[in-house]
């Protein structure tokens, strides 16, 4: 079984401040990890995504996430968030020896305060 | 960049009848999903679909839901009976490859039970 956790269901931060949108996961096998952010009355757009390898992956609109496979975490992070970033943030993951089909966090409304 | 395409955008039905909600992939995607999201929280998984058959299915796709890719071009969700319970945003998704690769999401449809 595969699962996601996103412990806040809200994050407010100042324009220009870093914010930091958490994640953690749970799977049986190593876990392919990605990030969706939605904009009201639109589907989910993908951001990023942890397959293999470095850490640290980049990804779009000066968004990055850092995989941690101790603490089982995808936390998602810009270092200076702009009002435009507002929106509602979803973590997925899904068992690269498993179904193809990705699990959902409950998401996370980010919202940035001029 | 290519889109998801979803019609209708919102949809209001009286409970008992039919539903049909359209999708247009892009074009030189072989897998499609459809997923429901109510009250804009969690995105549930409902059917992926490969080669012109179901390749997974959850629990809330029940016998009163069904897929189809009746011209090679749309890809379909029928819900045959309708019930309170189904009012939620409707969201096809699509990839071009399995595994890893990442969502293209449509914009969806609201579905609204009267």
């Known amino acids: 079984a595969q699962s996601v956790a996103q412990p806040e269901d809200q994050v407010n931060v100042a324009e220009g401040n870093p914010l930091t949108v958490k994640c953690t996961y749970s799977?049986?096998?190593?876990?392919?990890l990605f990030w969706y952010v939605q904009y009201p009355n639109r589907g989910l757009q993908f951001l990023l995504k942890?397959?293999?390898?470095?850490?640290l992956v980049k990804g779009s609109y000066g968004f990055e996430a850092e995989f941690n496979k101790s603490q089982t975490s995808f936390h998602l992070k810009k270092p200076s968030a702009l009002v435009s970033d507002s929106a509602l943030y979803f973590c997925?993951?899904?068992?690269?020896?498993?179904?193809?089909?990705?699990?959902f966090g409950r998401g996370t409304s980010l919202i940035v305060h001029p | 960049e290519p889109e998801v395409t979803q019609t209708p955008s919102h949809q209001v039905t009286q409970m008992g009848q039919e539903v049909i909600l359209r999708c247009v992939p892009i074009?030189?995607?072989?897998?499609f999903y459809w997923y429901r999201q109510i009250l804009g929280q969690k995105v549930e998984f409902l059917v992926s679909?490969?080669?012109?058959?179901?390749?997974?299915k959850s629990e809330i796709f029940d016998d009163q839901f069904s897929v189809e890719r009746p011209d090679g071009s749309n890809f379909t969700l029928k819900i045959r009976s309708t019930k309170l319970e189904d009012s939620a945003m409707y969201f096809c998704?699509?990839?071009?490859?399995?595994?890893?690769?990442?969502?293209?999401f449509g914009d969806g449809t609201r579905l609204s039970i009267l």
């Open positions: 997925a993951v899904l068992s690269s020896g498993g179904s193809y089909i990705p699990t």
């Open positions: 799977v049986s096998g190593n876990p392919y």
């Open positions: 942890y397959i293999t390898g470095d850490n």
């Open positions: 074009s030189n995607h072989l897998y």
């Open positions: 679909f490969y080669n012109n058959e179901i390749s997974e």
């Open positions: 998704a699509t990839t071009d490859g399995g595994g890893a690769q990442p969502q293209h």
